[in-house]
């Protein structure tokens, strides 16, 4: 019972003279989990961090605060559980009294588990992954228990660190905390709440009165108060909630983009409409209209805040459009509707729904989903403003062709059991009639002193990126319209970096890069540029530094192919000289054998290569990036010469980035996106080797790589006994390992580091670490394992090679295939894989991409980072004692 939970936290405190709340008042609860974060000066400055579970707040003071930043590892201590009405406290706890000092409402809202494991499973593995909804705080994050911290009756440690995703910052993530120094609740400052001045808290879920506050708590105010009136009014509903509570805003699920449409039953399809995304918010007749982002566009959009002002309670997720003269979705006609203020005949097109009244549906399958949806527009008595979204249940093939020939843009496919899901998913889908793509503006050119076109690029990182001019689709209205946003953004310096950027011609203009276009084109070039670009319009839902080149559809006719042959010729016929374009990179000689086989007697091609890196870029992408990679090139395949290189050289596709390192004059090439997988396809890299740095820190340690190398006659089941030594050591120093093969006869143990932003580890001191620790081993088993390279030293034991770990040095990359017979690939384990019967050699080009699918091999790599000072420490103490 909560009641237990609650005892020690009443043992700290004395109520007849802290107003603090003792928990002993019976509240109703809320079918939503809520959270709380209180600032709290009281010894030190710290935040309080509160997720309801079990009737109760668990609660952990962070140190620090949180950050959006995923780098930042903020220490959270865990304390004893609160009660749920200190959801509301805010004011001030007496001097010689437990916590004593000023506490602020910072942040409040609701929270939802992530994950197959429920929150009480999550918390006893010490691994509890969660999103939060608040006001400031939105998005993933995960709370990691730290080792050896339950011990003699010690405070448990925690770790809270932001997961990547649209919420993430990558610097300066503790920022939020600054510029938030009011009460989310009462608007006051610590100041004021110390002396007692303004107006006490609102309460979390009711509306409370705007009373004079004190410089305590109160209890007759707040959520606990309000809910406890509530259930006073009515004892047979005591465990219901009281009015209708929604969410604020949902992130929206998003759509992955394919060249044609999921095949196979289960799916349905919807036309894919060209305008803006906008989740539709409904509370007693007071209607929010955000963008995707959680702008608040409401103003911008009148006539249809007023149409569904009669809706009941909901949230809906739709997209408002301007229609052409034939009923179709025309984006330069929404444009020209907001530009000139004239939104009376904008259409809200509605395909599903988050929320009924009180009841979140999100769990539940689409098709019930839209079904409810249905009814809820038809009882509101359909308003021409807000129409439904039909879908189809036939072929995504033939609604796409149908799609095509009506000149729409293309269609979405959905699963239609699948629940609602925040981000990017596989069970969304859009197919493109047209390659579209949103771009931003840097540069606009003129002739004789009139408007010509615009230089447009994507961010890449913190990289602009040139991607070409677009040049047609301006009419005297658009360019009227156009020129005075671009002349209000003129800049004397280029915004464009990288090879391939424009130069400067008397007939350019440089922007500073803030507007987004949207754009149609008829593909990428080779380098990375758009073909036949046409301008629709800008788009002002999207930040600039959000624009980054998206996979590119090759579906760009107005008309969709037909499906495949079912029996494609294995090898097709093709003309001499001809290409074949993946991911936008034409690959030539896309026939040219570069290994004999893959261990199944059929040769693998360089356009197989391309296709493997496109297959397996998603995951390997994040392993490379941001780190120089040198590449080993076999032009004429692995029985041919083979080239080491580092730097880029003439000609070099813009979708490499470039980065330079200290003490060498020549760029290093480094691979920030799948695309750029493919372009090194294209000069045949069969193997790919970053270094092992922090991404975007070549001076800084990111990860350890022990590579065990064994000698003739070293049976592989041996090799596998050292791997798991290896990890059982790290184990014992605090570190947390990861095991892949080399793509040879070898394995790699890999353990992730957690980089001190403020005083970072150098590269001799974690080379100095990884020495240690396999001379440690090579001295307690000497017949097994050295250190030293001497290959007439190495019959029968395994070289432990710490070299891996410096500054310059680089090894294999997860999932990069290697120059040698069999085609064999680098291969991401799970421990459970690494036992003695593990062969190698069946993770090649054209096994591991479906393995791949299957596998959950290195799922937690990023929380498993740990602090490489921390097992310098242990490990000088162990080698001390063995001294």
């Known amino acids: 019972m909560a009641s237990d939970k609650l005892s020690t936290y009443r043992s700290k405190r004395d109520f007849k003279k802290t107003a603090e709340p003792s928990g002993e008042k019976q509240i109703t609860r809320s079918n939503r989990r809520r959270f709380v974060i209180q600032k709290h000066d009281a010894t030190r400055l710290h935040y309080d961090l509160r997720l309801e579970l079990d009737g109760v707040f668990k609660s952990w003071a962070v140190t620090k605060g949180p950050s959006l930043d995923p780098h930042d590892k903020r ?88 997961h990547h995703d649209d919420y993430s910052v990558e610097d300066n993530g503790a920022a939020i905390l600054e510029e938030n120094a009011k009460s989310v609740a009462s608007g006051r400052t610590m100041e004021m709440i110390a002396a007692g001045k303004g107006r006490k808290p609102k309460p979390f879920m009711v509306e409370g009165g705007n009373v004079q506050a004190d410089a305590v708590w109160d209890s007759n105010q707040g959520l606990a108060a309000a809910e406890r009136k509530a259930a006073a009014r009515d004892d047979d509903e005591r465990d219901t909630v009281t009015s209708v509570d929604l969410p604020d805003f949902i992130p929206p699920q998003l759509c992955e983009t394919l060249e044609r449409p999921p095949a196979g039953a289960g799916w349905i399809h919807e036309i894919k409409f060209d305008g803006y995304r906008i989740q539709m918010r409904v509370l007693d007749g007071e209607v929010t209209l955000k963008t995707r982002k959680g702008l608040d566009w409401t103003a911008k959009y009148p006539e249809i805040a007023d149409a569904a002002s009669g ?37 809200y097109f509605a395909f599903d729904l988050l929320y009924d009244g009180g009841e979140d549906l999100r769990s539940q399958p689409l098709v019930e989903r839209k079904a409810r949806l249905q009814t809820l527009l038809s009882d ?56 579209g793509h949103e771009v931003v503006i840097g540069a606009y050119a003129t002739t004789n002193g009139k408007f010509r076109s615009l230089l447009v690029g994507v961010f890449r990182g913190d990289h602009f990126v040139y991607v070409g001019r677009v040049g047609t689709g301006y009419g005297a209205q658009k360019i009227a319209s156009l020129l005075p946003k671009l002349k209000a953004l003129e800049t004397t310096k280029s915004p464009f970096t990288g090879i391939g950027a424009p130069k400067k011609t008397a007939d350019v203009t440089w922007l500073k890069p803030e507007l987004v276009a949207e754009i149609e084109f008829a593909g990428w070039t080779a380098d990375g540029l758009v073909r036949q670009a046409a301008f629709k319009g800008l788009r002002e839902d999207k930040p600039a530094k959000e624009v980054e080149a998206e996979q590119p559809a090759s579906v760009t006719k107005a008309e969709v192919p037909e499906p495949a042959a079912p029996e494609p010729p294995e090898k097709p016929i093709r003309r001499k000289g001809s290409k074949v374009d993946v991911m936008g990179v034409l690959i030539s000689s896309p026939d ?61 596709s813009n979708l490499l980035e470039l980065v330079k390192v200290f003490g060498d004059k020549k760029a290093y090439l480094q691979i920030d996106r799948i695309e750029g997988l493919v372009a090194v396809a294209q000069t045949a890299a069969l193997e790919l080797h970053p270094w ?97 390279m001497t290959k007439s ?41 690494v036992k003695s019967d593990l062969d190698p050699k069946r993770f090649t080009i054209r096994t591991v991409p479906v393995l791949l699918a299957k596998t959950s091999a290195w799922q937690d790599y990023h929380d498993g980072q740990r602090s490489l000072e921390q097992a310098i420490k242990r490990l000088a103490k162990e080698m001390k004692h063995a001294a």
């Not at 995960?142 to 440690?157: C, F, S």
């Open 793 to 833: 030293l190495r019959n029968g034991r395994i070289f432990l090679d710490y070299l891996r770990n410096d500054r310059m040095a680089t090894a294999v990359a997860p999932l990069s295939p290697r120059a040698r017979p069999g085609a064999t690939v680098s291969m991401p384990l799970t421990w459970a894989q």
């Open 592 to 652: 040219k054998p570069l290994w004999p086989d893959a261990d199944d007697g059929q040769p693998v091609t360089k356009e197989e290569l391309a296709h493997y890196y496109e297959a397996v870029g998603p995951w390997m992408i994040d392993h490379i990036k941001g780190r120089p990679c040198s590449i080993i090139r076999a032009p004429d395949g692995i029985a041919g010469e083979q080239f080491f290189q580092r730097h880029a050289m003439p000609g070099q």
């Open 380 to 435: 509101a008595g359909n308003d021409p403003r807000i129409r439904y979204v039909e879908h189809f249940e036939t072929g995504g093939d033939a609604v796409l062709r149908s799609a095509c020939k009506l000149s729409l843009e293309g269609i979405v496919s959905k699963q239609a059991d699948a629940p609602y899901q925040s981000g990017r998913t596989e069970t969304w889908a859009k197919s493109k009639c047209r390659a």
């Open 75 to 162: 220490l959270a201590v865990e304390v004893e559980d609160h009660p749920l009405d200190y959801g509301d406290f805010e004011g001030t706890i007496p001097k010689g009294q437990y916590g004593g000092g000023t506490v602020m409402l910072w942040d409040r809202g609701y929270w939802e588990p992530e994950g197959k494991k429920s929150p009480e499973q999550a918390l006893a593995k010490g691994d509890l992954k969660f999103t939060l909804d608040g006001e400031l705080l939105h998005g993933s994050f995960v709370l990691v228990r730290m080792r050896n911290d339950r011990e003699r009756g010690k405070r448990t440690n925690w770790l809270l660190i932001k």
């Open 311 to 347: 809706l009941s309670d909901c949230i809906i997720d739709g997209e408002i459009c301007a229609l052409d003269e034939n009923g179709a979705p025309d984006f330069a006609a929404l444009q020209a509707a907001l530009s000139e203020g004239k939104t009376g005949d904008l259409v």
């Open 692 to 788: 092992n740095c922090e991404p975007g820190q070549p001076e800084v340690p990111g990860r350890l790589v022990f590579d065990l190398d064994p000698g003739p006659d070293v049976p592989f089941s041996t090799v596998v006994a050292a791997a798991r030594e290896m990890r059982d050591r790290l184990d014992e120093l605090g570190l947390i390992s990861f095991c892949k093969t080399t793509g040879g006869k070898g394995l790699h143990v890999v353990t992730p580091l957690a980089v001190n932003r403020r005083k970072p580890l150098a590269w001799p001191e974690a080379k100095g670490f990884a020495h240690d620790v396999c001379q440690q081993m090579a001295r307690e088993n000497p017949d097994l394992y050295l250190i030293k």
